[in-house]
């Protein structure tokens, strides 16, 4: 099956490397995503007008939905839900991801459900941000990664990249596309200034974007 998702994965013109960019460049103002804004950005970076999957059921979404909460929480700025990272991967699955990648994707969310069951007696829908954050953590161990490279974007494309990396990197990709994460979270800084190399990070409260 990973062969198979590498070799459809080659002719896509314009290519998910490039549909990725220039979604980070282009789309980065879609405030709270929407199934609708998000298409509609995914559309204008070069994606098919027309879904080429059926998307995620409800009960995939709720799952979805606190995996994201628990990932990028609410603190002292806005988390994952505000920024409608579940409907930003609903329209990734719709319209970016191939069948297989979906399939995956899909067996990815059950089993955290199944997780959930064992250890909590619940559904993942269910669970605390607590209990989420467990089994997240669990799935993280129990998924080594010996992919090359760091780079979000080609790291999303690798077929070999386990459900939880793929998971966390689409949570954090929907989530710095979004106007509330590419505001409230990070700061564009147009002119780097000079260098400051004894900066006290306790108290540097921002990322900064360069």
Known sequence: ??????REARPASPSRRTMLGALLVGAATAGA???????????????????RNPGFTQPELKILTVAADAIVPVTDTPGAIAAGVPHFIDALAKHWMLPAELAQFRTGLASLDASARQRYKKGFAACTQAQATEILQALRAS???????????????????????????????????S??????????????GRFDGDVDIKTWPYQNVI
């Open 33 to 51: 995503w929407t199934s609708a804004s998000a298409a509609a950005a995914l559309q204008h970076a070069g994606a098919a007008a027309t879904p």
């Open 1 to 6: 099956m990973k062969i198979d998702i590498v």
């Open 143 to 177: 998924s080594p990664y010996e992919g090359h490279t760091f780079e979000l974007a080609a790291r999303i494309e690798d077929p070999q990249s386990p459900f939880y990396l793929r998971l966390r990197d689409l949570v954090v990709y929907g989530y710095f596309t």
């Open 179 to 192: 106007e509330i994460g590419s505001t409230k979270e990070l700061r564009y800084v147009a002119v780097p």
